[in-house]
């Protein structure tokens, strides 16, 4: 059964949208109680709690007052505030109470709905490509629109500074991260509202908050709700490959041609020799996760490799064992940069090859390997401690072990775990 990390609670602003919201979890198998009276408390057991405060058509006060009366029962649990797809209601009101309760500084903010068609593209929100404020919505009889911009309406409700990430900043995690840091570096409330096109960018919206140090508060629309328990599925895999068995090979050409898969074929001299040519497949491993792909970075082995390595080895003044030790500094070394580039955004690392494996736990200053589990008769997968990759499984696989399949089934595997 798929769990959380910590019991939640959605506060959501109307009954039908408590529900709809609630369901999504339901979906991935987590249990999911709508609480209908606060005021009797809670003995259940589900991991997540909803109440509907039906303050989307009260007074801004009046719906502060319900939402901080609500928090202040259910203290020291994880919030998720759902509001509207189309941003009915008072949402600038109840993310200040929000963050007011809780002690929040940083708010991410994303009502779209891409499976309904509602998306957010430069800041403004779109119901089937028409902007919000020249849809139906605009006239609510209740709780009427007053601009397509998010910024705008939230502004219109509180004084908390709103910053908007576009969609080609949200695709670059160290612009983001660059543009959180320097918003929160004087420890006031802030509220970050992002684009939203597709289900994975709202994936990569809840990544985002899960790699910062600061509790962030998310709100959104049952599409956000929905992608919460689909980050570790979604999320790429990196698999580096340095050995030059034959069995090995074999396993990478067992994936290769899987268009959700994009393979990097190292040529061993420029790795070594060329820091322009490792920039340049640091570039292309990350474009690739963008696009949601995982990457297989491979050593060459063919038979040609195998017969240049005395060559190699006389022309860079090295011997075999130099050579070897070489090649996994570098490649180790590319490996933390990607990772660190990548703000560790992935589901997963494969690292086949011993040398190789101890190289990366070195570079990222590891002080164990807690086994967790293992993919196949013979390849583990664990937890590299005290680490970066902490809560990202780590596999490790001698060059000739594993099925011809053992790549893919890793990937399964990985989508898996609970």
């Known amino acids: 059964m798929s769990r959380l990390d910590m019991q939640k609670l959605i506060l959501a602003d109307d009954f039908t949208g408590a529900n709809d919201t609630g369901i999504q979890f339901v979906k991935n198998n987590i249990k999911v109680d709508i609480l209908l009276d606060i005021s009797k408390g809670y003995s259940g057991k589900s991991d997540v709690l909803v109440f509907n405060t039906d303050s ?14 609500v928090l202040s029962l259910y203290e020291g649990m994880s919030v998720y505030k759902k509001i509207d797809s189309t941003l009915r209601g008072n ?27 509602r998306i957010i593209k430069n800041g403004i929100c779109y119901v089937n490509d028409v902007p919000l404020l020249e849809t139906e919505f605009a006239t609510d009889p209740k709780t009427p629109i007053i601009s397509s911009s998010v910024k705008e309406i939230i502004t219109s409700q509180t004084d908390i500074p709103v910053i908007e990430v576009m969609h080609d900043e949200l695709c670059r995690p160290m612009v983001v991260n660059a543009k959180i840091k320097q918003a929160i570096a004087h420890n006031q409330k802030v509220i970050f509202s992002f684009d939203a096109t597709t289900n994975q960018d709202l994936v990569r919206i809840i990544n985002l908050s899960n790699s910062l140090d600061e509790s962030v508060l998310l709100i959104g629309s049952s599409g956000l709700a929905g992608c919460m328990t689909m980050r570790k599925a979604i ?91 070489h090649i996994c500094m570098k490649l180790s070394a590319l490996t933390k940069e990607i990772l660190i580039k990548n703000f560790y955004q992935l589901s997963a690392i494969f690292l086949t090859g011993g040398d190789i494996a101890i190289a990366v736990a070195k570079a990222l200053n590891a002080d164990s390997y807690h086994i967790a589990g293992e993919v196949e008769n013979g390849v583990p997968f664990g937890y590299f401690l005290n680490s970066p990759l902490s809560r990202i499984p780590v596999i490790t696989k001698a060059g000739g072990f594993g099925s011809d399949a053992v790549l893919k089934n890793t990937i399964e595997v990985i989508k898996n775990l609970s």
């Open 91 to 117: 949402i600038g009101a109840e993310i200040e109470a929000c963050m007011d309760a809780t002690n929040t500084l940083i708010a991410f903010i994303c009502s779209a709905l891409p499976d309904a068609g």
């Open 56 to 69: 989307r058509a009260v007074s801004i006060q009046e719906a502060k007052e319900r939402v901080t009366r």
């Open 235 to 325: 999320l790429p895999m990196l698999f580096v490959v340095a050995s030059m068995s034959e069995k090995t090979t074999q396993q990478v050409n067992y994936i290769r041609h899987d268009e959700t898969n994009f393979v990097i074929d190292l040529d061993t001299e420029l790795l070594l020799s060329s820091n322009q040519y490792n920039d340049s497949v640091i570039k292309q491993a990350l474009a690739q996760f963008e696009l949601g792909k995982n990457v297989i970075i491979k050593t060459d082995s063919s038979i040609e490799a195998r017969n240049n390595v005395d060559n190699l080895s006389e022309k860079l003044a090295l011997t075999r064992a130099e050579l070897g030790d």
